[in-house]
């Protein structure tokens, strides 16, 4: 996980700002392509050679496949959504990338090993060959952006400065890191998103290393039971996304619907922090319906922020922010859960790094209380 997210840090923002430049069809299909190769490994054959070969392949390819193919499709859905629309549409695509993440959840329970890795072969071959044959390359906003520039001329925007909304100019070559701390620095909206996000992938991902330790320690969860929880986890994900976020993000916008969200986050993590029972852990899962909202709000929030042509750089940005957390979270509540689950705790509170977890995020949502919200040009269509 650290030698992926590093490499995401670094590869993810450079594949988004060459699809400003070259198309996001043509880089979507590098890193679908590639995610191919290493579960293709192991659906030929499961002894210890391959498997090595697999770890070193997922190792590489990941790098590049896994934080990339969310950034572009998120440009691709830019490209060709209006503003006004494109927080729900965030969130659809969101949930539908959860169900998928359900449906193979479910189908693992019912496959074998072998079986597993055949038919995940056969979902990425096709998606690459979907992705060839029927996604249209994108303009890269071409056309949304003659349609705000002609509502514009029907609708002008106020002149105040405090609703103003910064355009950058277009990046002309593959981004350096000063490059990316520019843009990132570029507008206190940037800025706090890129706290908020680094603080709540944080949370997130020491909630996702502690957890499993936590419930078989305190509760002797088996892997089913874990495996039934992460279920309820992506089905209720995948339902909030499809439904609450389109219906609210309209009426409460990105920045109150975010503050909605960590706010969900934080009990979230405090609440399975100071579980009692075995059942509070399900009760605890319900509040991902809130939580899961937050990557969405904060990627509306972010591409209103930039023209048509920075979109690919600034969801990569975003995306290596939350790589670079996912490193050093396992490095930080790793060692923090097995101390406080050992004899040699300093004090009685087993499910203390989860409340550490909830303590990261509620720096996000302090964060996200004062972000200005993304302004939105009127809608013709």
């Known amino acids: 996980m650290q030698i992926t997210g590093l490499g995401a840090l670094v590869v993810t923002p450079v594949i988004g700002n060459l ?3 070259y198309g996001r069809k043509a880089l979507l299909a590098l890193p679908a392509t590639l995610s191919i190769v290493p579960l293709a ?24 496949s896994e934080g990339a193919m969310m950034c572009l499709s998120l440009a691709y859905v830019a490209d060709k959504v209006p503003e006004g629309r494109r927080a729900a549409a965030f969130g659809v695509f969101s949930g539908v990338c959860t169900a998928g ?14 079986s597993t890795f055949q038919v995940a072969t056969l979902a990425s071959v096709a998606a690459a060959v979907y992705l060839r044959a029927f996604v249209q390359e994108t303009d890269r906003g071409a056309s949304l952006l003659r349609e705000e520039e002609a509502s514009r001329l029907l609708f002008p925007p106020s002149s105040s400065p405090e609703e103003a909304s910064p355009r950058l100019p277009p990046l002309r070559k593959a981004p350096s890191l000063l490059e990316m701390a520019t ?10 998103a890129a706290v908020v996000t680094f603080f709540h992938g ?8 502690a957890l499993l330790y936590f419930l078989k320690a305190q509760f002797h969860y088996t892997k089913n039971q874990y495996a039934n929880l992460l279920l309820i986890i992506g089905i209720t994900g995948s339902f909030s996304q499809l439904t609450v976020m389109p219906l609210l993000a309209p009426k409460l916008g990105e920045q109150k619907l975010l503050v909605v969200a960590l706010t969900g986050s934080c009990v979230h993590g405090f609440l399975y922090s100071i579980a009692w029972s ?9 509040c991902v ?38 490193v050093i979270s396992p490095l930080v509540f790793t060692p923090l859960t097995a101390w406080f689950l050992s004899e040699t705790a300093p004090f009685n509170f087993r499910g203390f790094s989860l409340a ?8 996000a949502l302090t964060m996200s209380i004062n972000m200005r919200p993304a302004e939105v040009q009127p809608d013709t269509r």
Do not use: H
């Open 41 to 64: 490994i192991m659906a030929f054959n499961q002894t210890r050679p391959y498997f090595y070969a697999f770890y070193i392949a997922k190792t590489l390819t990941a790098m590049v």
């Open 278 to 286: 075995f059942w509070v852990p399900y009760l605890a899962a319900s």
């Open 19 to 21: 699809s400003d430049r």
């Open 202 to 209: 944080l949370g997130e991902t020491g909630l996702q290393t």
């Open 289 to 326: 319906i809130l939580s899961i909202l937050v990557g969405p709000c904060i990627r509306s929030i972010v591409s209103k922020k930039v023209g048509p042509s920075e979109q690919g750089m600034v969801q990569g940005c975003i995306t290596g922010i939350s790589s670079t957390a996912s």
């Open 356 to 363: 550490c977890a909830g303590f990261a995020t509620l720096v």
């Open 183 to 192: 843009l990132l620095t570029s507008s206190s909206t940037f800025t706090r």
């Open 101 to 114: 993440f359900v449906g193979g959840t479910i189908a693992a329970r019912f496959l074998s090993v072998s």
